[in-house]
């Protein structure tokens, strides 16, 4: 199945800087890729995706570049700001079929000092 | 996004006893749901997929008879912990899907506590 590594895990940026977590696939067939931002007690809520047939998606201060060949994507904050603070995961969904499933890393804590 | 609920936001309950969780889908009919479980500090990790008029799948490791999962309707899939232990302590979250390579979108999760 599929195993997603994410690094690092925990990130600590001054506020105004830029963050960057890294994450490798290891299913050459998986074709989705979305990051989640999760605060403290609450529900993940998706950020950005990008899917296979892209290289660079961008919404804002947020973008995620996603590498093929090497099988690893990232995820790119600018002019971090302090609600930026939470756990980050990223996640990778095989294609085809019925299975939907996502396989999610093992998180990435941000803090973003003001 | 979906907008998924999950009910309840919390119990506590004694070891022993079944609790039940919900998660609707409020504006979209999903013929799929994940059930996750996430422990203090770690990633989500699925437990089963939900399919509208069909068996879930569970994901190796998860118990069918302990975890039991209906999806009877295209807006409604529950997750019963028959008999919980203190260690089914944790925070159980539902995802609804609109389809292949599409968002999942989460509920606020149910923390569950056994005494």
């Known amino acids: 199945g599929e195993n997603v590594e994410q690094h690092p895990s925990t990130l600590s940026v001054q506020e105004g800087d830029s963050a960057v977590i890294k994450c490798t696939y290891s299913?050459?067939?998986?074709?989705?890729f979305p990051w989640y931002k999760q605060e403290l007690g609450k529900r993940p809520q998706l950020i950005i995706d990008?899917?296979?047939?892209?290289g660079e998606k961008k919404d804002q201060r947020i973008a995620v570049t996603l590498n093929k060949t090497a099988k690893h994507f990232s995820l790119h904050i600018t002019e971090t700001q302090p609600e930026d603070s939470a756990v980050y995961f990223c996640?990778?969904?095989?294609?085809?079929?019925?299975?939907?499933?996502?396989?999610f890393g093992k998180g990435t804590l941000l803090t973003v000092n003001p | 996004g979906a907008v998924v609920s999950q009910h309840p936001s919390w119990v506590i309950c004694k070891s022993g006893t079944s609790v039940k969780i919900e998660c609707r889908s409020l504006?979209?009919?999903?013929?799929?749901m994940f059930w996750y479980r996430q422990f203090p500090k770690q990633s989500l990790m699925l437990m089963a997929t939900?399919?509208?008029?069909?068996?879930?799948?569970?994901e190796q490791g998860v118990e069918k008879d302990k975890f039991l999962i209906n999806h009877a309707s295209l807006t409604l899939s529950t997750l019963t912990v028959t008999s919980a232990h203190p260690e089914d302590s944790s925070f159980y979250i539902c995802?609804?899907?609109?389809?292949?390579?599409?968002?999942?979108?989460f509920g606020d999760g149910t923390r569950l506590s056994i005494l």
């Open positions: 996640a990778a969904s095989p294609s085809g079929g019925s299975n939907y499933k996502l396989t």
């Open positions: 299913d050459s067939a998986s074709n989705y």
């Open positions: 504006d979209f009919q999903a013929t799929t």
């Open positions: 990008i899917r296979s047939n892209v």
């Open positions: 939900s399919n509208e008029g069909s068996k879930a799948t569970y």
């Open positions: 995802s609804v899907t609109g389809g292949v390579n599409q968002p999942q979108h």
